[in-house]
């Protein structure tokens, strides 16, 4: 019996379905030194198992490290560019910037979604645009370049992609942080911190949704869906704060 494939000797043999990324690499502004990390970043785990991988080479151990530089950076960034802001006021701009529906604006800007690694099943549900894989992607290139290359040019990744276009997503209504509102408003009464609870799910795997409640006080103010448990309960506190009359600011 033969010794186990290396995750990089998989994908050497995959080829992806995309070759290098010429193109991507110039939207990322990195040549990798390794295109094989560019390659596993992208590989969403439909692919992986449609070709035969393990669960351990689709791009998700890359997600966690790029997740972990990402709030690095941002926190880093805030906390040097703001400092007349508060750790309450920083922790809410930091959890907006680093949301899923941000990130896959970002993802989308570099047209991610075209160059992803789907089964087919997974490609004809949507999947080259769903906000959930396209956020994870992207968390996946910024730990691929910071493997390739260091700390540093991720950093410069994030600078070119994220962080210039902080204000006008700070500026977006249609990304107001609605948890950290509710948070803020429940706390500040002394009430607590606000309870999610999935209520159950709709649709096939592959265009799963999410239904959650929240609850304040034991209450049940609101209930949301969305393609992630985390878009289910922004939608959810965005519900229990208009059912309340709450502005968000």
């Not at 549900?125 to 968390?139: C, H, Q, V």
């Not at 910071?146 to 249609?174: H, K, N, P, Q, V």
């Not at 393609?227 to 922004?234: F, L, M, W």
Request: hydrophobic share 40%.
């Amino acid at each position: 019996m033969g010794a186990r494939l290396t995750i990089w000797q998989k994908i050497q043999r995959w080829k992806g379905p995309k070759g290098s990324h010429k193109e991507l690499q110039s939207c990322i502004g990195h040549v990798f030194l390794r295109p094989e990390l560019l390659e596993h970043a992208l590989a969403h785990r439909s692919w992986v198992n449609s070709s035969g991988g393990d669960s351990i080479d689709s791009n998700e151990r890359l997600e966690f490290l790029g997740d972990a530089v990402l709030d690095m950076v941002i926190t880093d960034h805030l906390f040097s560019s703001r400092p007349t802001e508060d750790e309450g006021k920083l922790s809410k701009i930091k959890s907006l910037v680093v949301s899923a529906k941000v990130l896959a604006e970002v993802a989308r800007a570099l047209d991610l979604g075209k160059h992803l690694s789907l089964s087919k099943s997974e490609e004809r549900g949507g999947g080259r645009d769903r906000e959930s894989i396209l956020a994870d992607a992207f968390e996946a290139v910024i730990g691929a370049i910071y493997l390739d290359a260091d700390y540093e040019a991720a950093r410069g990744f994030l600078f070119r992609t994220l962080i210039r276009s902080l204000d006008s997503f700070l500026g977006d209504a249609e990304l107001a942080n609605y948890k950290s509102a509710l948070l803020e408003y429940s706390q500040g009464r002394g009430w607590g911190a606000p309870q999610y609870e999935v209520e159950g799910t709709q649709g096939p795997e592959h265009g799963k949704r999410y239904l959650v409640a929240v609850r304040v006080k034991g209450e049940v103010w609101g209930h949301g869906a969305g393609a992630s448990k985390k878009d289910a309960e922004q939608a959810a506190a965005r519900d229990g704060l208009k059912s309340k009359g709450i502005a968000v600011e």
